[in-house]
């Protein structure tokens, strides 16, 4: 399934944000989740598979880049030094953040990692590192949608079928409001307390749904793309 074509007049658009200093272009941090033991995976770093020869962590971070998402930060725990091994994170300027208790949990990644964001953010993208045909495409699609939201929304989640996808954008405002809950407070809890703020965006794409978890997912990827998803040579357990 291939992601949403753009005009230049499509891009021109994305700078119509609701802004308090005119004629700036809004500050859209990126924080990429990438600390999962992945245990359906026989241990192995999920974001390390490769697609076309590219680990699906460094499409995520070529993604982000190219939509104009800076600074990004990714949050690592399990593989850690594999990971930055890999190289893409210095590739793409992307800076590693180190949950020392990865098996608390996704909101306990993701609330470190937006700890470590700078100040003056409009907006934070927060993406998996396991999703294999998010392009740069799909992230303009999101922050378009983001830029033109309804009136008093202030978290983006995309939606296929009804279904929640990923990444999901959220403004400055939630990004407070997340630090400020307890330490259970992650972007689904928010979403929980706050419904009448979450845009449920809704697109046909179905790449927004797609991560890989497990083998089954793996082969799933294989029948859209037809394209295999390969281990690096280390990870590789055929070999």
Same mark, same amino acid.
């Given at each position: 399934?291939?992601?949403?074509?753009?005009? /230049?007049?499509?891009?021109?658009?994305?700078?119509?944000? =609701?802004?308090?200093?005119?004629?700036?272009?809004?500050?859209?941090?990126?924080?990429?989740? =990438?600390?999962?033991?992945?245990?359906?995976?026989?241990?192995?770093?999920?974001?390390?598979?490769?697609?076309?020869?590219?680990?699906?962590?460094?499409?995520?971070?070529?993604?982000?880049?190219? %939509? /104009?998402?800076?600074?990004?930060?990714?949050?690592?725990?399990?593989?850690?030094?594999?990971?930055?091994?890999?190289? $893409?994170?210095?590739?793409?300027? %992307?800076?590693?953040?180190?949950?020392?208790?990865?098996?608390?949990?996704?909101?306990?990644?993701?609330?470190?990692?937006?700890?470590?964001?700078?100040?003056?953010?409009?907006?934070?993208?927060?993406?998996? *590192?396991?999703?294999?045909?998010?392009?740069?495409? =799909?992230?303009?699609?999101?922050?378009?949608?983001?830029?033109?939201?309804?009136? /008093?929304?202030?978290?983006?989640?995309?939606?296929?079928?009804?279904?929640?996808?990923?990444?999901?954008?959220?403004? $400055?405002?939630?990004? $407070?409001?997340?630090?400020?809950?307890?330490?259970?407070? /992650?972007?689904?809890?928010?979403?929980?307390?706050?419904?009448? *703020?979450?845009?449920?965006?809704?697109?046909?794409?179905?790449?927004?749904?797609?991560?890989?978890?497990?083998? $089954?997912?793996?082969? *799933?990827?294989?029948?859209?793309?037809?394209?295999?998803?390969?281990?690096?040579?280390?990870?590789?357990?055929?070999?």
């Amino acid at each position: 399934m291939s992601g949403p074509q753009w005009t /230049g007049s499509a891009r021109l658009n994305m700078t119509q944000w =609701a802004q308090p200093e005119p004629h700036r272009a809004p500050r859209i941090g990126g924080l990429v989740l =990438a600390a999962g033991a992945g245990s359906r995976m026989n241990h192995r770093p999920k974001c390390l598979l490769q697609l076309d020869g590219v680990s699906l962590l460094e499409r995520q971070l070529q993604a982000l880049t190219l %939509a /104009g998402v800076t600074p990004i930060q990714v949050v690592l725990g399990h593989y850690a030094e594999r990971i930055l091994q890999e190289g $893409a994170l210095a590739r793409w300027s %992307a800076q590693p953040v180190i949950n020392p208790q990865p098996d608390d949990g996704h909101v306990s990644s993701l609330r470190i990692g937006l700890r470590a964001l700078p100040s003056g953010l409009d907006a934070v993208l927060v993406a998996l *590192a396991d999703q294999p045909l998010i392009n740069v495409q =799909a992230v303009q699609a999101l922050l378009l949608a983001f830029a033109q939201r309804p009136d /008093g929304t202030q978290l983006l989640q995309p939606c296929v079928q009804g279904l929640p996808g990923n990444p999901v954008v959220f403004s $400055a405002t939630v990004l $407070a409001q997340i630090l400020a809950g307890d330490a259970q407070m /992650g972007a689904r809890q928010w979403q929980q307390a706050h419904p009448e *703020a979450v845009y449920p965006w809704a697109t046909p794409d179905g790449h927004y749904r797609l991560d890989v978890d497990s083998e $089954a997912d793996r082969q *799933a990827v294989e029948h859209l793309t037809g394209q295999s998803l390969r281990w690096p040579d280390d990870l590789n357990l055929s070999t």
